[in-house]
């Protein structure tokens, strides 16, 4: 029997120029939510991050530092696990582009489409960015020769490439799009992709000539493959490929279901990419999707440069939950947001400190109080009428999250906190209990069993925070004391 297919999600293989910031973390943060809500659910996951760590760019960045690149490319990845590991990123694989399994992949990949014609030897005349370690054509660069990422001077080159040729899968990806309406994604992006395919696409360079840092073209060692092409081979690379078998790894992971990135990234996720695979004769991932990107508020560029803000400051301040909350609360996914520690400061005081915390503080302090210590371990027909009604929620939230509309499905558990403290508000449990106790027990009851599903409901997003909630309330055994716990978000003075 073959393993079943696992649900396969990706983050790019991040490039080493840059330590991990605030967008990198949203990336790598969604796939985990994804990756945790389903495997909650019974899924089995394969989630895959790394690092990028050839490239012009990032031999210069470590030669001016006075590192060996490889050295560079190393203390980097180190640093992005360093700060998954603090964000509480559960992934499967950290693929790196400089390991050797990945290199034999790449120069496989580029002998077999030199084979088929799919690549081919040219010369290129136009112009370079060293920052984004990419060529640019004449028209692609509308303000004076301005590269449109870094807005500094591209460089005129005229210079020996291997061309991928792109323009051969024109007609292909405009009938893969208009097959699978769900690849392109959020929809509000797919329209300039769609533009961009019909307006024609011209082939690319893929190699260059003479920079050192990168993998060889096996059969033309004067050529390194291109940093980004060589960053996307490592999808399959990660996913256990090897171009003369199948291996069962890869059968068990191929295709992607979704590839997330920023949406500086969804040209090259929503066109070359498949376009790649085409050229390999191998399944298209399921989704692309392009998330939007995070100014640091006061500074426009803060992100994208080596000034940007690391989340480790936030993260200090608030904790981790707190922003990892905050980061998929604040903006919907596929739009872009601005980070000032004073939105942060507001989500914390109103949703986690007051809403949730207040609430699981309060029904811990109750049941301890009235219900003689002892939570029940099941829901009782007669008493759960909030706990069935939420419940209802539990397949929307789900899609939500599966769909990736992390706001909305935040949004849903906010009303629902915010209904269950007003709740215990207008039940006055204090004259409840003089009056009548059996409704008291009945109602407390109700409400350990809404907090059970919202500590469910939280986990993808906040694991920590839903831990404790369980073991709070003793977990899903039941009939057990409540624990008397620190609250889940300490008022800020
Ligand atoms: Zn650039």
Known sequence: MPEPKKFFVTTPLYRVNHRPHIDHAYTTLAADVLARHLRARGTEVFFQTGTGGHGADVARTAAARGSAPKDWADGISADFERA????????????????????????????????????????????YCASCDD??????????????????????????????RLSKYQKPLLEHYAAHPGFLAPKHRAAEIIDLVRSGLRDIPVSRAGAAWGVPVRSDLKHT??????????????????????????????????????KEFFRAHAVAWPAMLMALGLPLPGKVYAHGRWTIEGDETAGQGDAAVSPAEAIKEYGTDALRYFLFREVPFGQDGVFSTEALRQRYDSDLADGLGGLFSRVIELT?????SKLPDKPEEESARTFARLRALDADIALDIEELRFSSALDRIRDAVEELNSGIDSRKPGELARTDPAALEAFLKDMVWCLRLIAGWIYPFMPDTSARMQMGMGGTRGGVEPQRAAPLFPRKP
């Open 368 to 372: 301890g109080r009235y219900l003689d």
């Open 135 to 164: 060529f640019y054509g004449e028209t692609e660069l509308p303000e004076g020769g301005l590269c449109p990422v870094h807005r500094k001077k591209a460089e005129a080159v005229s210079e020996d490439t291997y061309f991928f």
């Open 84 to 127: 998954w590991k603090l964000l509480n990123v559960n992934y499967d694989r950290f693929t790196r582009t400089t390991g050797p399994d990945h290199e034999r992949g790449v120069q496989d990949a580029f002998e077999r489409m030199l084979a088929s014609g799919d690549i081919y030897p040219g010369s290129y005349s136009g112009y």
């Open 225 to 262: 493959v291109q940093a980004w092409f060589d960053a996307l081979l490592g999808y399959l690379t990660g996913a256990g490929w090897q171009a003369d078998r199948e291996t069962a790894e890869f059968r068990s992971l191929w295709p992607a279901d979704v590839h997330l990135a920023g």
